[in-house]
């Protein structure tokens, strides 16, 4: 595992500073620089292997340790490449329309309490866990994009599947890191999870907090599945590749679980 200061992140990221969109809280946040890093060898699936860095001294950071922008105060977390959360501060009523208000509302009045899912999740971010931190990262991510009016299936299948490859990760970047602790952890806030989740009618299945690489990639494939029946205008080359990419969730699953019916 290996933890940061901010010299050495300045070194690989820019540093922006704006108020959250949601609770207006001051939050500081590090977004990787573009071509910092690329994907080695890649996996079936898009899981870089390895990640090569433009600047020696990073080969043991996981780069999706910087993936989200998260909320000091009410943990709302925003993808940092996004640039509709990084300039939301510009026009926050505009980006709050995208959001369901009565369930924005929630949040903010769970980070009051400190007894919502959201909080328990942010007490598991840690300079001295970074494994458990990024799994935090990942489920706060997963539940904010969930308070939107209508959800994107792709980008929750995206999400799942990077949270799939963290914990293939865990001897690569987190060796020493808890596993069974950090499930402990999730386990302990699923009953809120499963309580507080936004209702949608266009979950193919209901997001859910995953302890391992498989419920994280039997999720991602159920999302980008409804993402590929649901394409329209992007052309028979986008649809090949999404066929592909589920064709290697399968075939991974498979190969995890040794089950006839996950290879499908």
Same mark, same amino acid.
């Given at each position: ?43 079936? @699936? ?52 995208? #959001? ?66 963290? #914990?293939?990760?865990?001897?690569? #970047? ?37 302890? @391992? ?40 699953? #498979? ?5 006839? @019916? @996950?290879?499908?």
């Amino acid at each position: 595992m290996q933890t940061l200061s901010e010299k050495e992140l300045l070194q690989i990221c820019r540093k922006y500073e704006f108020a959250c969109p949601v609770c207006e809280a001051k939050n500081a946040f590090f977004r990787l620089k573009p071509d910092i890093c690329r994907p080695g060898d890649q996996e079936g @699936d898009g899981h870089p292997r390895i990640w090569r860095w433009t600047k020696p001294g990073f080969d043991s950071l996981d780069p999706k340790q910087l993936f989200w922008g998260i909320c000091q105060k009410c943990r709302f977390a925003g993808e940092l490449d996004d640039p509709e959360f990084r300039t939301a501060e510009k026009d926050p009523e505009g980006f709050k329309a995208q #959001y369901s208000s009565s369930a924005l509302d929630r949040l903010v009045a769970g980070s009051l309490a400190g007894k919502s899912a959201v909080q328990a999740l942010g007490k598991m971010i840690s300079a001295k866990d970074s494994f458990a931190t990024v799994i935090a990262h990942f489920h706060l991510g997963i539940f904010s994009h969930c308070l939107r009016q209508r959800i994107a299936p792709g980008s929750l299948a995206r999400y799942y599947l990077r949270l799939a490859w963290i #914990y293939r990760d865990l001897e690569t #970047y987190y060796a020493g890191a808890s596993l069974e602790g950090v499930k402990k952890q999730l386990g302990a806030i699923e009953e809120r999870w499963n309580a507080e989740l936004p209702k949608h009618k266009d979950y193919p299945q209901v997001p859910a907090m995953v302890k @391992d690489e498989v419920g994280a990639l039997q999720l991602s494939r159920a999302y980008f599945q409804r993402n590929y029946e649901t394409l329209r205008e992007s052309g028979q080359e986008a649809e090949l590749r999404l066929r592909g990419l589920l064709a290697e969730i399968g075939f991974r699953i #498979y190969f995890l679980t040794n089950t006839e @019916d @996950d290879y499908r």
